[in-house]
C-alpha cells in the first residue's frame, strides 16, 4: 500500500514537473525570443506620417528614396571582400604552420593565433594605434612621404584590412583541426604516382578541406555583413552602426527613426536566414573522403624550389610582424606615461604603471590664465572609478548569462536525448537554434524597442527601465549565446554510455538522480568549457553594450570607448588612450587564461595527466634530493 502512494506521488511530482517545465520553456521562448522580433517586423508597416495616419509603405517608400539602400550595400561589399581576403590569409597561415616545412612555425602560429584572445574594440584600437592619423606607422611613412595622407586608416580600407586579420582566428582553430586530420597516407599515394607537390595540394588536400572552408566561407559573409565596433571606431557606413544611431533618435530628429532601424534589422535577418539554411542544405548533402582504415599522422612538406622556399618564408614572417606588432606596442605602451601615449612616442625614461594602479593629479592652464588642477585625471584601469565599475558590471552580467545560457542548455539537450526520435525533442533543439537565424543586433534592438514599455508579458515592467536594463542584457547575452552552447554540450552527451542509466535505473534511481549523478559528472568538463567560452567573448562585448547603451547598463567596453572620446577635455581623462592600452593588455590575460584552461588544461586526457602528474613528481623528488630533503612516506613526516 504504502509502495503504491510513493509511485503516486512520485507520478504526480513527475507530471507536475513537466508540465511547469513545458509552460516555462514556451513563455520564455515565445516572450524573449518570437514575440519582441515579430513586434520589430510589425513596427514596419504601422509608422504613421506626419499627420498621425498609419502609412504601411511610408517606410519602405523612404528607404528606396533615401540613402538606406547605401548601407546594405556597403555592408554586402565588405561581406564579399571579406570572404576574398580572410580566406586568402586564413588559409594561407594554416598551410604555412600545419602542412609546408617552415622554420620557426611554432612561434609563427602563437603569432597568427593573438586574435584569439584579443577582438573587437581591443582588437581595434591596436590597429588604430599604429595606423591613425596620429598613429606610429603612420607618423614613420609621413616623415619618409610628406604627401602621404595621413587620414589613409579610415573608412571601408581600413575595415578590411583589420577585420582580414580579426576574422582568421576561425580558420587558426577549425581548419587547423581539419587539416591535422588528413590521412598521409593518401598525400604520400599521390606522391608516389609523380603527382608535383602544388598538385597534390590542390587536387589531395584542398578537397578534403572544402566542407570546412565552406563553412568558414559562409560565416565569414554573415561577420562582415553584421560588422559592427570595427565600422563604427573606422567611420564606415555599414548596417549595424546606422541601426544603433536610429534606434538613439527621435521622431523630431529625423522621419521614421525606429521604423527604419526595424527594417535595416529585418533585412539583416533575411540575409542571415538564407546564408544559414544554404549552410545547412550543403552539410546535409554529404561530403566524403576515402582514407586507409590505417590512418598515417600528416607529414609536413618541403617546399623544393629554393626560391618558392624563401618567399614562403618571407610572407610567413611579414603576416607574423602584421599581427604581432599591435599586440607589442599594446603591452608596452599599456607602460608608457600618458604624454608618450597620446604623442605615440616611446619614451625610454617614461617607464611607469600610472596605467593600470596610479592615481595622479593634472595641472592645466585656462583660456583666462589661470592654472587649474584636476584632481585624478591619471588614473589606472584598476583605480578609476569608472573602469573598475565597469569591469565589475561586466564581468557579473557575462557570468550570469553564460551560467544561465549553460543551465538552459544542459537541461533541453538531457530532455532532448530522453525523447530523441520524437517531435518534441527537434521542437525544442529547433526552439534554441532559433537566434542563429537571427542576428545580434536585431535581437538586442528587438529588446531595446519591445520592453522599453511597461510590457503585460513582463506583469507590467519595462525592463529598459535604469537598473533593469542589467536584467534585460542578461537575458540577450544568454538568448545569443544558446545555440554555440546547444551544438557543444549535445556533442558532449554522446559519450554517454547509455549501460550506466540503465545501470543506474535498475538501482532505482528515478530519472532526476540519475541526471545529477551520472550524466552529469560526464558532461560537466564540455559544460565548463562552454561556459569559459561564452564568458570570454561577452566579457569583452561591444555591439550589443552600443544597442542598449544606457548610463546603469554600460559596460567595459563600452566605458573605456566613452572615456577615450573624452579623452583631455578640460583636463579629463588624461591617460584614456593609456588605460585602453592596460585594458586591452588585461583583457588579453584573461582570454589567455581561460583558453589555455579550455585547451590546454581541458583538453588533456587521463592518460595525459597522470603522464604530467608523474613528470612532477620526479621533479620534485628531484629538487628534495639536491636540497637533502627526505620525502614522507604514508602522513608525509618527511622533513
Known sequence: MQSTLRRKDSLNFSMVYKVFGGVLFVYLFLGFMVIPCVNTLTSVFTAKDAAGNSDPLAVIRFFLAGSMPSFVWNSLKLAICLVITVNVVGISIVLLTEYFDIKGARILRLGYMTTLIYSGVALVTGYQFLYD???????????????????????????LFTMTFACTSNHALFLRNAIRGIDYNTVEAARNMGAKPFKVLMKVVMP???PTL??????????????????????????NPEIVRLAGSTTADEAFPQARAALLSVILALFTIVLLLFLNHYEHKGHYLSVSKTKAKLVKQKIQNPVANVLAHIYAYVLFIVYMTPVVMIVVFSFQNW????????????????????????????????????????????????????????????ALAAALACVIVVIAVNYIFKHKNKKRAAVVEGCLLFPWLLPTILICYSFRIFFNNEVWYVFNQNLYYKENVRFLIVIAYAVVKLPFALRMVKASFYAIDEELTDAARNLGAGSLLTFLKVKLPIVLPSVLAVFALNFNALFTEYDMGATFQKSEGTTYAMVIQSMCNEEGRDGM???????????????????????????????????????????????????????????????????
Open 208 to 210: 578534403t578541406l572544402l
Open 214 to 239: 565552406f563553412s568558414l566561407t559562409v560565416m565569414t559573409f554573415i561577420t562582415g555583413l553584421c560588422a559592427m565596433s570595427a565600422p563604427t571606431l573606422l567611420g564606415y557606413n555599414s548596417i
Open 573 to 639: 581623462n588624461m591617460n584614456a588612450s593609456g588605460r585602453r592600452c592596460a585594458s586591452t593588455v588585461f583583457i588579453m590575460l584573461v582570454s589567455g587564461l581561460i583558453l589555455y584552461l579550455v585547451y590546454g588544461v581541458g583538453a588533456r586526457d587521463l592518460s595525459e595527466r597522470l603522464a604530467i602528474r608523474e613528470k612532477r613528481k620526479k621533479r620534485l623528488q628531484a629538487i628534495r634530493s639536491r636540497l637533502g630533503v627526505k620525502s614522507g612516506g604514508g602522513g608525509g613526516n618527511g622533513e
Open 339 to 398: 604624454s608618450a601615449v597620446r604623442n605615440k612616442v616611446l619614451d625610454f625614461n617614461g617607464w611607469t604603471l600610472s596605467n593600470y594602479f596610479g592615481i595622479e593629479n593634472y595641472s592645466y592652464t585656462r583660456s583666462t590664465g589661470k592654472i587649474s588642477t584636476r584632481i585624478g585625471a591619471i588614473s589606472g584601469v584598476f583605480s578609476n572609478e569608472k573602469t573598475v565599475g565597469g569591469i565589475r558590471l561586466s564581468f557579473i552580467l557575462s
Open 133 to 159: 592619423s596620429n598613429g606610429m606607422i603612420t607618423k614613420y611613412l609621413a616623415e619618409m612621404f610628406p604627401g602621404i595622407n595621413k587620414q589613409w586608416f579610415s573608412g571601408f580600407e581600413a575595415v
